[in-house]
């Protein structure tokens, strides 16, 4: 199970917080949320993965897709919260270099 | 079941993570690209010896038989998909697969010692 909660600020600033699994049954309801706000309207999107229990490549992927989007659009994505697990993850993938992640969101 | 049997052998929460993520990408893989999406079966087995762990994951799918198919992509290309692979050779510390005639047999195995478990 994933919850989704989203929060835009009126500067073009985006608030995610994931809570649960973000797997291959759970990635694709969070694609169909993150997607449509990869356009040029938004300027930062922050992922809270703190309550991330597990995530695995499709999750990852998802993330990718933000990646991009940030370098395409020179807009700001980053990741913060992650718990021990999560960070392997991201580790093993050799991208944990390559996100942008912080310890704790900046509101 | 997965994360029972790590716990039980008393594997810390990272490394339970790993083996819960390499058996889970391995799932996936099988129903994605063994069985295309399709329903069927997947027989998975489990051997604890004291010095590892082994996973079996017996499919009736279609059989791999290009050993390129099963390797993970290059990272360096950061890029969406090609990670399941990957993450399933860098969690775990063998990984063994063998085409049948009716499908495949996949061993995953976590050695138990050199981690001090």
Known sequence: MLDIQMDRS???RVYIRLEGLVDFHSSPALRQKLHPLLTPDNQEIHMDLSGVTFMDSSGI???????Q???????????SGLTEPVR???AMSK????????DALQK | MVEVIANREGLGCVNANRLALAASELFANICSHGYKDRMGFIDVGFEIYPSELRI?????????????QLKGRE?????PGGLGLHLIHAAMDEVHHESLDDGNL??????LNPKGE
């Open chain 1, 10 to 12: 009126d500067d073009g």
């Open chain 1, 61 to 67: 992927a998802t993330l990718v897709e933000g990646l």
């Open chain 1, 69 to 79: 989007w940030s370098r395409a659009q020179s807009a700001k994505f980053t990741l």
């Open chain 1, 88 to 90: 392997d993850v991201f």
């Open chain 1, 95 to 102: 991208l944990d270099t390559v996100f942008d992640i912080v």
């Open chain 2, 56 to 68: 079996q994951f017996r499919d009736f799918g279609e059989p791999v038989i290009c050993k390129s």
């Open chain 2, 75 to 79: 990272l360096d290309d950061v890029r």
């Open chain 2, 106 to 111: 996949w061993t995953l195995v976590w050695q």
